[in-house]
């Protein structure tokens, strides 16, 4: 059975928390808040630039990308080409700001380490430009993150073939922020005393 290919988006979505990557792509759930909807306005507006050229840099905008080696596939926001010295450099578009986790760099590690299978080179570095700052951080794809990308990937694989969904855990601060809150309900399924009632009962 041919393997199923991670979306790019999903391993974002796992280092951001392993029960929302479980609801968007095994349980195909999904809804959108303020701050999706200002990430989808992002990226509409990343995506309806055309390709350009401007001082020996070629801007090339929704790059669709497909690694089967490494069981990926997706797409890019954009790719910058040093033409000259046949330098790529990937660059993700996210709509806050520079967070304390690496979800964003792995996510943008992975994206560099698809070109690397589909061209035969090798990417030393990307960028993250965020929108709520205006900031533009470049990114070293040392082996730290490679290898943690690495391990992302394998764990996402391993959740899609399970076609499960992981139990929740104690209620963090980026579950204000999640749009699944309603639906993932952490609080509530944390707290819910069902099976511990339904064995008192049934109990020999």
């Known amino acids: 059975m041919d393997q199923r290919l991670v979306p790019l988006s999903a391993l974002q979505h796992y280092a951001f928390c392993p029960r929302q990557c479980a609801l968007i792509h095994n349980e195909r759930a999904w809804a959108d808040n303020r701050l999706t909807a200002q990430g ?3 990226h509409e507006r990343v995506d309806r630039g055309d390709t350009a050229r401007r001082n020996g840099v070629r801007y090339e905008r929704g790059v669709l990308i497909n690694a089967p080696a490494l069981g990926l596939t997706g797409k890019m926001d ?5 033409v000259g010295v046949g330098r790529y450099t990937p ?15 792995v996510q943008l590690c992975a ?4 070109l690397e299978e589909m061209l035969g080179i090798e990417v030393e570095y990307g960028a993250l430009w965020y929108w ?5 951080q470049q990114v070293p794809l040392d082996n730290a993150l490679r290898d943690e990308t690495l391990e992302v990937i394998a764990s996402v694989k391993r959740l899609f073939e399970s076609a499960g969904l992981p ?9 204000q922020s999640c749009s699944l809150q309603d639906l993932c309900q952490p ?16 109990q020999i």
């Open 111 to 114: 994206q560099a380490m698809c």
């Open 40 to 42: 989808n306005i992002l």
């Open 187 to 202: 609080d509530l399924i944390r707290r819910d005393t069902s099976k511990s009632y339904c064995d008192d009962i049934f």
């Open 91 to 105: 660059v993700e578009y996210k709509r806050g700001r520079p967070k304390i986790d690496n979800c964003d760099r």
């Open 78 to 82: 954009l790719l910058e080409v040093e």
């Open 167 to 175: 139990k929740t855990v104690a209620i963090k601060k980026h579950c």
């Open 132 to 136: 709520q700052t205006r900031h533009r």
